[in-house]
């Protein structure tokens, strides 16, 4: 297994692109457990296709030229403007490649603690 060091010199942030379709959407059915191809295909085109896209951003991370996260944003300059002065974000934190495509992308370590409490089991 890759160390994180290793991971993290293997990350490569691009434009998002259309042709990340089918990647974009195993990733999704990874942590939702459904496959949606026609959704993806709809919010792809539908982001990537506008003609305001300087106030969107579509990025995607590559680990060993593997998609291995995407990121999809109408917040920068639209959150700025209007006061927004963080954003947050949850990932697993065994997640190496998202954390490191956050990281890379100027996110760190919050002063919040996510917490969760399972109540599957409990009467």
Do not use: C
């Amino acid at each position: 297994m890759a160390s994180a060091l290793q991971t993290a010199q293997a990350l490569r942030i691009r434009r998002l692109r259309r042709a990340d379709l089918a990647d974009v959407t195993r990733i999704d059915a990874h942590h939702t457990g459904a496959r949606k191809p026609a959704y993806w295909k709809r919010v792809l085109e539908q982001f990537l296709g506008r003609r305001d896209a300087r106030a969107r951003v579509g990025l995607a991370a590559e680990v060993h030229g593997r998609l291995a996260g995407y990121l999809l944003g109408e917040a920068s300059r639209t959150f700025r403007a209007a006061g927004v002065t963080t954003l947050r974000t949850m990932v697993r934190r065994n997640d190496v490649p998202v954390l490191a495509f956050f990281r890379a992308a100027g996110f760190s370590g919050g002063s919040y603690v996510q917490l969760e409490l399972d109540l599957s089991g409990q009467g």
